[in-house]
């Protein structure tokens, strides 16, 4: 069944690229609203590419920011509901200078695919879409329902997925979700049965002074916010990276013996892994850099900044320093009470007449995990064992993927993210690329996946 899928795909793979040509075209940057006519675009795209491949009861759905753009196929009754996720929503291009070819311009350079969005999430998107269109050509139909759902904010936070959940619930019931995102972390075959979680804020640090300083006239007599801010936040860490916050990171979500031993099989070349970014180790010293990357947590400063930061000099006491920091969280650690935990670390070290004010804007997502009996794992190693001939091994990303833990959240259900993107690929940096071989790689394994994903439905 899926053999005659995947090999009509690959009779497609010139057509396919073109149609992912048309869908980068779609300036769709989420953050900027200058780029709404590009948003607006990608959902024209997804309606009509969607209508064409036999997908019914197409609508947008709304939040009340970005619209979502749904789909489904309900012809298999007393059937499980799989939902196919995906965003047509991408990172802003800037710096523009740094492109060497236009960002929203599918450009093929050897075995590339250049573009902005071609890997994130578009890419990936495409291999989703168009192998459901296979299916539906080949075989008539699916052993299973399918809900689609491609949202327009994935790239600033999901903001109003959860409203969308809320409003939209019936029409979002499902069992489980196959996501086009996420990547392969340079492992092949791998499974990703997890993700960091992540929250974020920003520190104002002031001192009792009313305006910066003169630091001729003032240098030496007075505080500067930008010495208290550097001496607060290297509080965090001791001089071997170790998070030193009280409470931080409780006893339990310690990484288990066994945790441990599945990194371990990953067989992370830790020189190779350190050459690739000119890097040198730091961080628990205690804990390997995969352990360190996929199994410990983070808490990161992103940016500092006050006073002068123009060219050439300007002479000032600041008396206003910023700083935004980062953190990713592993299962056990709540993202609001974490960040709280940083924050009253922040307020008990702050130096002696100074004042800090601590903001966020999101309430975080917490770390996912994915269960070994889940159909989704199950499925997949099943497929990537036949594809590739070889035992997957099982990855959590250090990065964070808010949607698989809203997806929990909101509907109740699990999601494998199943997306084909890799470290090469340079996702929201300028020249984002998508190897053609990842689309080959990725029209052989989802429709395998499909039919795989039915017969564990069906044994059940």
Excluded at 21 to 42: I, L, N, T
Excluded at 222 to 239: C, F, P
Excluded at 378 to 404: H, W
Aim: with cysteine; hydrophobic share 40%.
């Amino acid at each position: 069944m899926s053999l005659r899928v995947a090999e009509h795909l690959e009779t497609q793979l010139d057509a396919i690229i073109d149609r992912l040509g048309q869908y980068v075209a779609c300036a769709s940057v989420s953050a900027d609203p200058a780029f709404e006519h590009g948003m607006q675009a990608a959902r024209d795209f997804l309606i009509a590419r969607l209508g064409e491949i036999g997908m019914e009861n197409i609508q947008l759905l709304d939040g009340g920011g970005h619209k979502a753009v749904y789909a489904d196929w309900l012809h298999a009754p007393g059937k499980p509901t799989l939902i196919v996720y995906g965003h047509y929503d991408v990172q802003p291009p800037d710096p523009l200078n740094a492109w060497e070819t236009d960002p929203f311009v599918l450009t093929r350079k050897g075995d590339r695919l250049y573009a902005r969005g071609a890997s994130d999430n578009k890419g990936s998107s495409t291999i989703a879409i168009e192998s459901l269109a296979a299916y539906l050509a080949i075989e008539g139909g699916f052993p299973f329902n399918v809900r689609c759902l491609f949202e327009g904010e994935e790239e600033v936070g999901a903001v109003t997925l959860p409203a969308i959940f809320e409003r939209y619930r019936d029409l979002l019931q499902g069992d489980l979700v196959l996501s086009a995102d996420g990547g392969r972390n340079g492992f092949w075959p791998a499974i990703n049965v997890g993700c960091r979680g992540v929250n974020a804020m920003e520190v104002t640090l002031k001192t009792s002074a009313v305006r910066d300083l003169h630091s001729g006239r003032y240098g030496g007599t007075t505080r500067n916010a930008l010495h208290d801010m550097a001496r607060l936040l290297s509080s965090l860490h001791d001089n071997d990276g170790r998070v030193i916050v009280d409470g931080f990171l409780p006893e339990t979500s310690l990484p288990s013996a066994e945790a441990r031993r599945h990194v371990a099989e990953l067989g992370m070349d830790e020189e190779a892994f350190f050459a690739s970014f000119g890097g040198a180790s730091h961080g628990y010293p205690d804990y390997s850099a995969i352990e360190r990357l996929m199994l410990m947590p983070t808490l990161e400063i992103n940016g500092m900044w006050g006073g002068y930061t123009g060219p050439g000099s300007k002479t000032v006491i600041p008396n206003t320093a910023h700083a935004k920091i980062t953190i990713r969280l592993v299962p056990g650690q709540d993202p609001k009470e974490t960040a709280a935990t940083v924050a009253r670390h922040l307020e008990a070290h702050a130096p002696a007449g100074t004042s800090i004010e601590i903001t966020s804007d999101r309430g975080g997502a917490p770390a996912y995990n994915l269960a070994e009996d889940s159909p989704l794992v199950i499925a997949a190693d099943r497929v990537l064992r036949e594809v590739t001939g070889e035992t997957p091994v099982r990855v959590r990303s250090g990065g964070t993927s808010p949607i698989t833990s809203t997806i929990r959240q909101e509907l109740g259900i699990d999601t494998l993210m199943f997306g084909f993107s890799l470290p090469a690929d340079g996702v929201h940096a300028p020249n984002e690329s998508y190897a053609i071989e990842s689309i080959r790689e990725g029209i052989r394994c989802w429709p395998l996946m499909l039919t795989e994903l039915g017969r564990v439905w069906a044994a059940k």
